[in-house]
Nanobody, 127 residues
Framework: VQLQASGGGLVRPGGSLRLSCAAS????????VAWFRQAPGREREGVSSISGLDEGTRYADSVKNRFTISRDNAKNTVYLQMNNLKPEDTAVYYC?????????????????????WGQGTLVTVSS
């Protein structure tokens, strides 16, 4: 029973990456999923999330209009498409399942109740 995040790498400013969060041993159907990131010396922050019930999405202000979260329940996977990447996006990115009540009622910066975590994937944006 695990989540596995993948897709990180080194990209130049303005470039794109797509991260994947694949679940094994359990289904992501009807589960809200969030992406978080943590840069060196900084606290972990919520980046984006997607509802398990109605495909609703949330984004941190810092990534709005650049990042897109989506899910493919047939593949038991959630994606984070990241476009127009900036050096300040450099971080280890993690995915986690969150209670739907948290998705619905809590600002993305205050998420709690994450019960399964992926291992993290490093995104480095540098010229």
């Amino acid at each position: 029973v695990q989540l596995q995040a993948s897709g990180g790498g080194l990209v130049r400013p303005g470039g794109s990456l797509r991260l994947s969060c694949a679940a094994s041993g359990f289904t992501l159907d009807y589960r809200a999923v969030a992406w978080f990131r943590q840069a060196p010396g900084r606290e972990r922050e919520g980046v984006s999330s997607i509802s398990g019930l109605d495909e609703g999405t949330r984004y941190a202000d810092s990534v709005k209009n650049r990042f897109t979260i989506s899910r493919d329940n047939a593949k038991n996977t959630v994606y984070l498409q990241m476009n127009n990447l900036k050096p300040e996006d450099t971080a280890v990115y993690y995915c986690a399942t969150i209670p739907d009540v948290v998705f619905t009622t809590t600002p993305i910066g205050d998420y709690w109740g994450m019960d399964r975590w992926g291992q993290g994937t490093l995104v480095t944006v540098s010229s």
